[in-house]
């Protein structure tokens, strides 16, 4: 059974549609891929299972619990599952350790000291630990991702989504951010995530899903999308990936 | 495509001008000293205060005006080297000579107009034998007099506009959340903060004084809230109507902080919502998306970032507040302005209202002071380094 199944979400804002009816699941321990061309509802679509948005039908539901629609604890909901952002994601008048420690202490009533101590560990992991007591603007755009990615996991999500997380980065500044992605994939994390990074999804996808026109056209095994895909239109997004030589 | 000129055909445009018009300026801010100082030996002995020593003083005033003659020879001096750059065609020399004469020309000119206006100070303060100088700086008022218009400013208009800021401080901010809430169900609790907003922004400030401070008073609507507020710390029932008033009497001065608190809420309540609404929305998806509750990303997110940038808005609001104190009056409440109105009848002489000016001038100063430093501070925290 899996862990986080959408179904039939229906989308709109205004007249406008984004999500017409998407159909996904995430299996525990899995890591999901969401492509496809730009403005085609990806960030919506996170932005909906953390509750950020609400849907106008279907159902999302995670470990078998209903969390969109009427009567949902919001936060609650937000607890369990942490999202970083493109940008903008840090609190720019607060320190680092005090980015990553206001949600444990504030919503989990965790004590200071037990805050700071984890918030530590988990600085110390992505070798950010100097910084800690640094306002965000000091820090690098890629500094900044992976401290926002720790402020999430301080929460101890059992999902995480993340958005883009390094398409508002310089090049150089990817493979750092990349690398606590892929070291969470290692320690089982669930994560669903949008990105343009072709390459790296294909290495660390359990599963590649395109979206497209408001539902999911495709998916499969990385293998299977990037190297057969069966959709004209997956064909033709991947080609022109190819041709921006992203792939 | 449109032909830029090569960058060596952009020659700067001619110093000379610039050179000339510093000497003249120098020249007459010197007489303009020369002038000013005659106008003082004439009022000094006309007032019967002169002494030699004071040549000193004028020889020192000339002597520093002259010193603008510094600075315009300066650029003289480079405009002459300038030229010669371009007789040689030598363009980087030219634009930098250029540039520095201009520079050392605005030098002469920026502190001439500050030497001009000082000057133009004293001698409006001494003309007609200093008679202006007489109604608005008479000394020995404004001596014997002084302590008794700045205890009624400490003890009135400073009362009223600390105790003012706060409760406005807490208030506005209230309001602005209210103005702010989310979601359908807020919808008439806005509708209330909009309908206060604009009434008491509408109402001119001595207005609502006075509707209030005669008004709640005189209604009796004090008198049936207090005692029983009172009577939960003092027993009453003992004392006869007279005792009873006496400790029960509000002052008309709270009054008056409760009416400015009203009208300066308002004001404040839109500076809170203004920096409110300027955090980038995705400040509020992050916070929420860590589970916080709305108060708590208002509480902990939203708010102090917002009040870092109000900071010099909400200053402005709140000198507004204290000059606006000046007006308690109204209500017959004796503030300094008051109390310098009477002396000035008394005396017919604006001295005493001299002083107040002078005290309102020098609380703002310090506040202006420190919303600088506190700026400057987060700026350097927040931004810096880079
Ligand atoms: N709050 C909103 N109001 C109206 N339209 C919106 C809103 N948010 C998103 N949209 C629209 O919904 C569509 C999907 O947006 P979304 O941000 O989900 O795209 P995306 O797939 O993440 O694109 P990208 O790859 O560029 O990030 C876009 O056309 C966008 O203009
Ligand atoms: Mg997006």
């Known amino acids: 059974m899996a862990f986080l199944e959408i179904k039939g979400v229906h989308k709109e804002f205004g007249a406008f549609q984004v999500l017409r009816g998407v159909n ?9 891929c969401l492509i496809g061309p730009s403005g085609c509802g990806k960030s919506t679509l996170l932005r909906c299972i953390n509750g950020l948005e609400k849907i106008q039908g279907g159902e999302i539901r995670l470990e078998d619990d209903r969390v969109s629609g009427p009567g949902i604890d919001g936060d609650k909901l937000r607890q369990n599952v942490g999202i970083v952002f493109q940008s903008f994601n840090l609190f ?6 005090e980015n990553v420690t206001l949600a444990p202490t504030k919503v989990l009533k965790m004590s200071r000291v037990e805050a700071e101590a984890k918030a530590m560990v988990l600085l110390k992991r992505i070798g950010l630990e100097a910084k800690a007591r640094e306002y965000p603007d000091r820090l690098s755009g890629g500094q900044q991702q992976r401290v926002a990615i720790v402020r999430a996991l301080a929460m101890e999500p059992k999902l995480m989504l993340l958005d883009e997380i390094t398409s508002a980065l310089d090049p150089e500044l990817v493979s750092e951010v990349l690398n606590i992605v892929r070291d969470l994939a290692k320690q ?38 990037f190297g057969d895909p069966k959709e004209e239109r997956t064909r033709a997004f991947l080609k022109r990936i190819i041709e921006a030589g992203r792939l | 495509m449109t032909d830029f000129p090569a960058p060596s055909q952009h020659l700067p445009r001619r110093s000379d001008g610039f050179s000339v018009a510093a000497m003249l300026f120098a020249g007459l801010c010197v007489l303009a000293a020369f002038g000013t100082t005659r106008l003082m030996r004439g009022a000094l002995t006309g007032l019967g205060v002169y002494a030699s020593a004071w040549e000193i003083v004028f020889g020192l005033t000339i002597a520093g005006s002259g010193t603008l003659f510094w600075p315009a020879l300066r650029s003289l001096v480079v405009t002459a080297k300038a030229r010669a750059a371009r007789a040689r065609n030598d363009i980087v020399e030219l634009r930098i000579e250029t540039a520095a004469a201009k520079d050392h020309a605005f030098i002469t000119f920026g502190w001439g107009a500050f030497a001009l206006c000082i000057f133009g100070f004293i001698s409006f303060v001494l003309t007609n034998d200093a008679a202006v100088g007489k109604t608005f700086f008479l000394l020995p008022l404004i001596q014997a007099k002084w302590w008794l218009v700045t205890k009624q400013f400490l003890l009135n208009n400073l009362f009223i506009f600390v105790a003012t800021e706060i409760l406005v401080l807490v208030w506005g901010l209230m309001v602005a959340l209210a103005r702010l809430i989310p979601g359908k169900a807020g919808r008439p609790i806005r509708a209330l903060a909009i309908i206060y907003c604009d009434v008491f922004r509408g109402i001119p400030a001595i207005v609502t004084l006075y509707l209030i401070g005669f008004g709640i008073p005189t209604s009796g609507l004090s008198d049936l809230i207090v005692p029983h507020i ?13 005792e009873v008033r006496a400790v029960t009497r509000i002052p008309v001065s709270w009054w008056c902080v409760l009416a400015l608190t009203l009208t300066y809420g308002a004001y404040v309540a839109e500076v809170y919502r203004a920096g409110i609404e300027s955090i980038h929305w995705s400040q509020v998806s992050a916070a929420r998306s860590l589970g916080l509750s709305y108060i708590q990303t208002m509480r902990y997110v939203i708010v102090p970032q917002a009040v870092r940038r109000i900071m010099a808005p909400l200053l402005n609001d709140f000198i507004g507040l204290q000059k606006d104190t000046a007006l308690v009056q109204v209500v017959g409440v004796v503030d300094a302005f008051n109390q310098s ?19 309102f001038v020098l609380i703002t100063i310090p506040q202006a002071r420190f919303v600088d430093k506190l700026t400057e501070r987060d700026n350097a925290r927040m931004r810096a380094g880079g």
């Open chain 2, 341 to 359: 109105r009477i002396i000035a009848a008394n005396a017919f002489n604006l001295s005493a209202v001299t002083i107040v000016a002078i005290l």
């Open chain 2, 230 to 242: 009172v009577g939960l710390f003092i027993d009453l029932s003992a004392m006869s109507v007279a």
């Open chain 1, 24 to 32: 996904l699941d995430v299996i525990e321990h899995q890591v999901v």
């Open chain 1, 188 to 225: 089982g994390m669930t994560m669903l995530l949008a990105t343009h990074e072709m390459g790296f999804a294909k290495e660390v996808a359990s599963k590649v899903c395109f979206l497209y026109e408001g539902v999911v056209h495709e998916e499969g095994p990385p293998a299977q999308i």
């Open chain 1, 92 to 97: 720019p008048h607060m320190s680092v350790i």
